[in-house]
T-cell receptor, first 117, second 117 residues
Framework: AQKITQTQPGMFVQEKEAVTLDCTYDTSDPSYGLFWYKQPSSGEMIFLIY??????QNATEGRYSLNFQKARKSANLVISASQLGDSAMYFC??????????????FGQGTRLTINP | NAGVTQTPKFRVLKTGQSMTLLCAQD?????MYWYRQDPGMGLRLIHYSVGEGTTAKGEVPDGYNVSRLKKQNFLLGLESAAPSQTSVYFCASSPTQTGQGLNQPQHFGDGTRLSIL
């Protein structure tokens, strides 16, 4: 069975510093995908970044980058130059393909990030 | 750009009552999903649908039923609400999951906060 582990329940970072949110995963499927979502206090789920298991390079999207270490089964999210608006809950999720191609996401428990001014 | 819309946003029920949560998407997505989010547990898949007229069970389907009579709508029903179903419910949708479509994220609604007394 697939499993996602986020070991940091909470993190506190000074504004403008970089922050790394940890995510490790466990799967026997050679083909998988990893997603990061942001959930601000308002509750919505916002897609940030995706990394496929066969992607040769680490994914980047603006201030977000993914430190993908396949051998260690880790997919850490790096936020550069953090901003107050980055304060939120962050979820790592792994894609598992169901029958007929439906995409089941297995979520970690999340990390609550607080950016201090 | 409505995306995924969930109604209602909040609801309080008494044990044994029934209700239906409505999810509507305007992105012409084939796949739709219902998740529940409980404190400290991330999101868990309840039911999903790979197209109009089809539904399937996810990780925690007991006590829920779903229907997908129209491609754009996915309904989640609670026939006899129980306090254990107090949660935040999220609907999501995604396009066809084949080939490069596997890297497409799920798009989430804003959630429905449901309390069962």
């Amino acid at each position: 069975a697939q499993k996602i582990t986020q070991t940091q329940p909470g993190m506190f970072v000074q504004e403008k510093e970089a922050v790394t949110l940890d995510c490790t995963y466990d799967t026997s499927d050679p083909s998988y995908g990893l997603f990061w979502y942001k959930q601000p206090s308002s509750g919505e789920m916002i897609f940030l970044i995706y990394q496929g298991s066969y992607d040769q390079q680490n994914a980047t999207e603006g201030r977000y980058s993914l430190n993908f270490q396949k051998a260690r089964k880790s997919a850490n999210l790096v936020i550069s130059a953090s901003q107050l608006g980055d304060s939120a809950m962050y979820f790592c999720a792994m894609r598992e393909v169901y029958i007929q191609g439906a995409q089941k996401l297995v979520f970690g428990q999340g990390t609550r990030l607080t950016i201090n001014p | 750009n409505a995306g995924v819309t969930q109604t209602p946003k909040f609801r309080v029920l008494k044990t044994g009552q029934s209700m239906t949560l409505l999810c509507a998407q305007d992105m012409n997505h084939e796949y739709m999903y219902w998740y529940r989010q409980d404190p400290g547990m991330g999101l868990r898949l309840i039911h999903y649908s790979v197209g109009e007229g089809t539904t399937a069970k996810g990780e925690v389907p007991d006590g829920y039923n779903v229907s997908r009579l129209k491609k754009q709508n996915f309904l989640l029903g609670l026939e006899s609400a129980a306090p254990s179903q107090t949660s935040v419910y999220f609907c999501a949708s995604s396009p066809t999951q084949t080939g490069q479509g596997l890297n497409q994220p799920q798009h989430f609604g804003d959630g429905t906060r449901l309390s069962i007394l």
